[in-house]
């Protein structure tokens, strides 16, 4: 079986979060004011990317991001909810490219690419682990 054997264009995915403190720009040191963080943000696209993706893999693969070209263009306040969507646009290889989208409860407030790559699960650990040993 080949590794995008049943990963298609077109594939979408999608991931919802609650806005709360614990997400918020000031939570994640990246700005001062009590709004959705774009690190937040970012992750929940790469959630809806990995959850689209990783379930159809073979046994013992997964994928890790390894691009992410976003725009955050309006703020959720807290006690808002956002919406991650992942649309599939591109296979090359074991490389995948995707439109990203996030929308809160009112608007769009981010669009962008993300790119994530399919690895074996064993092998990435192994080269982390070496890594880690030698710090």
Not at 18 to 23: A, F, I, Y
């Amino acid at each position: 079986m080949s590794l995008t054997e049943k990963i298609q264009v077109g594939l979408r995915g999608t991931a919802r979060v609650k806005v709360d403190e614990s997400n918020t720009a000031m939570a994640y040191g990246s700005g001062s004011v009590s709004v959705f963080a774009t690190p937040a943000m970012v992750g929940l696209m790469e959630k809806a990317a990995l959850g689209s993706v990783d379930p159809l893999l073979p046994g013992g693969y997964t994928t890790v991001g390894i691009r992410v070209d976003a725009r955050h263009t309006a703020a959720t306040p807290v006690g808002g909810s956002v919406e991650a969507r992942s649309e599939l646009l591109e296979v090359d290889g074991r490389r995948l490219v995707f439109k990203v989208e996030a929308y809160d409860d009112s608007e769009q407030v981010g669009k962008g690419t993300h790119e994530r790559f399919i690895v074996p699960v064993d092998k990435f650990l192994q080269r982390v682990a070496e890594k880690a040993s030698r710090s």
